[in-house]
């Protein structure tokens, strides 16, 4: 065994003792050890306990623990510490910028179990309000997190959309005369990318790929045949796809869809050589046009063989947003600061606010007082905005019984609750179900939030019966969140059409904990259209005035069958 290894088990075993309050004394004394068998100029591996205690920085206590280790591959005392640690809190433990003092902050203060949960609460801006941490060093670990999420090799839509649009729009001015497009999963908005893909249709191939090569748009350039293949600054791997421009079409289709979408919708057209649009190959095949974001599969074929396609949801359908955070609760900005945004920059017609509720401590969670207290600030600026409405909600914790953890005569207050499962994540797939279920069923819950509680690319959501939830949905009128932090983007859409067919309305939402956090929507709306979702089947593009009529309505109808 060389010096290294063995000068990480001793670090970490100091880091340990440091999150679980060890003696400061021994801290100081193994991780002075660690430090010294790294820097050692000759190796340790086979010295006797006399040797080992001889070496500076060492002593009798270290050295044993040094031949337990070459004995039997561990110490007892490390693996008691790892033990009693969630493996996700030793892994936090390797981010840059924060040492065993402030995991233990985020561990024990937060709740907060393993990186992706640490990067959600990053963007949630919830670090900000445990002791030692500040704006700047929030920054600093969801930025080491980030670059390693990049490192994967996998990245979330949103976090590369950006870098996409500018190459795409770098492209066109270096060579305005090409047709361009995305491809690929990128043009489907599939949620989590691995490769970005673009095509180009050109009338000289050589000299656009020359071309392309000639500058610095990618990093790792290099070509096959007329193929560039190369990678973003973030780490994306792109594929630069250049044909001649009569092959630009059916080549766009069949880098655009998955294999199964393609493969049905070619089988139908037969052999087409030139294409002069997309639409003109689903014209071929005897199909109304399908959307990019919908060729995931032959779902949608027949549908478009009887001309009864969607018409999909767009951003501009949305006039109001539920579902947000204030200063009230973890959020970065006042009440009034996230209502005036909506009104006046979104264009938004009304607010809904729903800060957590009181069993979630850990991001101030309301009391029943304050509760109260915020009802009558709603109160007060409803008076002053004019043809805009905030309505009073709540985050409800979901408990482990499936209740909700208000009394009824404060839950009754609420013109909408959004129920949503924060803690006890580690349940079987029935209890979790059942959970779920009896909070679907509570009279006062308007719609389940985040319905598997998952990160993407960090944490799986809690395992449920997805077909026994939605169906308990469509029974009790739930509606469902579509959650649009890119992080969540939960209801998941393979399970988006499902609902629809069940009825169950849908709620596009972006928990918003800032005011650039309703930014969001548009994500969620990317989502809600791989799913299928029409404005008639989205709550919140309901007008004000016909929300308000669904949210009364549905109060009295549920309560008076209660």
């Not at 205690?53 to 070459?70: D, M, N, P, Q, R």
């Not at 790892?82 to 892994?91: F, I, S, W």
């Not at 995991?103 to 959600?120: K, M, S």
């Not at 949608?300 to 501009?316: F, H, M, R, S, V």
């Amino acid at each position: 065994m060389e010096n290294k290894p063995i000068a990480r088990k001793l670090r970490l075993l100091s880091q340990l003792m440091e999150l679980h309050d060890a003696n400061p004394f021994k801290i100081k004394s193994v991780a002075n050890a660690a430090f010294k068998v790294d820097k050692l100029p000759f190796p340790i591996a086979g010295k006797s306990l006399a040797e080992l205690e001889k070496i500076e920085g060492v002593g009798k206590s270290i050295a044993t623990k040094i031949v337990e280790l070459f004995d039997t591959g561990s110490m007892a005392e490390l693996d008691e510490f790892l033990d009693k640690t969630p493996q996700g809190v030793v892994e936090m433990m390797g981010i840059k910028g924060i040492g065993p003092k402030k995991v233990g902050i985020i561990w024990h203060e937060l709740g907060i179990e393993n990186i992706g949960e640490l990067y959600y609460a990053c963007n949630e801006n919830r670090l900000v309000e445990a002791k030692g941490f500040g704006l700047k060093t929030q920054d600093d670990i969801r930025k080491v997190i980030e670059f390693t999420m990049a490192g994967l090799g996998k990245h979330l839509y949103a976090k590369i959309e950006p870098d996409a649009n500018a190459l795409l729009e770098n492209i066109k001015k270096l060579i305005p005369e090409i047709q361009i497009s995305f491809a690929g999963d990128y043009r489907r908005y599939v949620e989590i990318i691995d490769k970005l893909v673009i095509v180009i249709g050109s009338t000289n191939i050589q000299n656009t790929v020359n071309t392309i090569l000639s500058v610095s748009l990618l990093e790792n350039a290099n070509t096959d045949e007329y193929t560039i293949h190369g990678n973003l600054p973030n780490g994306l791997g792109v594929e630069i796809v250049c044909v001649e421009t009569s092959n630009f079409y059916k080549t766009l289709f069949t880098l655009t869809g998955n294999e199964e979408h393609v493969s049905a919708v070619l089988t139908r057209a037969g052999n087409i050589a030139v294409a002069e649009s997309e639409e003109t190959i689903y014209k071929s095949a005897g199909l109304q046009y399908i959307e990019p974001e919908l060729r995931e599969s032959d779902t949608y074929i027949l549908d478009a063989e009887n001309n009864t396609l969607p018409q999909l949801i767009t951003l501009n359908d949305l006039k109001g947003t539920l579902h947000n955070h204030s200063t009230w609760s973890d959020g970065i900005n006042t009440l009034e600061e996230m209502a005036l945004y909506c009104r006046d920059e979104l264009k938004l017609n009304y607010l809904g606010m729903c800060d957590h509720s009181k069993s979630a401590f850990y991001a101030k969670g309301l009391s029943i007082e304050r509760v109260l207290q915020q009802q009558e600030e709603i109160d007060h600026l409803n008076k002053k905005l004019n043809g805009f409405k905030i309505f009073k909600g709540i985050e409800s914790d979901i408990l482990y019984d499936g209740s909700l953890d208000y009394p009824d005569e404060i839950l009754s207050r609420f013109d909408f609750i959004v129920a949503s499962v924060h803690s006890i994540l580690k349940m079987d797939e029935e209890k979790a179900t059942s959970r779920l279920i009896k909070a679907i069923e509570n009279p006062y819950t308007t719609i389940l939030g985040h319905p598997t509680g998952r990160l993407l690319l960090s944490r799986d959501g809690y395992p449920i019966n997805y077909k026994k939830v939605i169906d308990a949905c469509a029974v009790n009128n739930v509606v469902i969140e579509i959650n649009a932090n890119p992080l969540r983007l939960d209801l998941d859409w393979r399970w988006q059409k499902y609902a629809l067919d069940k009825g169950v309305w849908l709620s596009i939402n972006p928990d918003a904990h800032r005011k650039e956090g309703f930014l969001d929507m548009h994500y969620g709306v990317l989502v809600a259209r791989k799913g299928g979702l029409t404005k008639e089947k989205c709550l919140n593009s309901l007008s004000l005035p016909e929300i308000e009529s669904f949210f009364n309505s549905r109060k009295i109808n549920k309560l008076s069958n209660s």
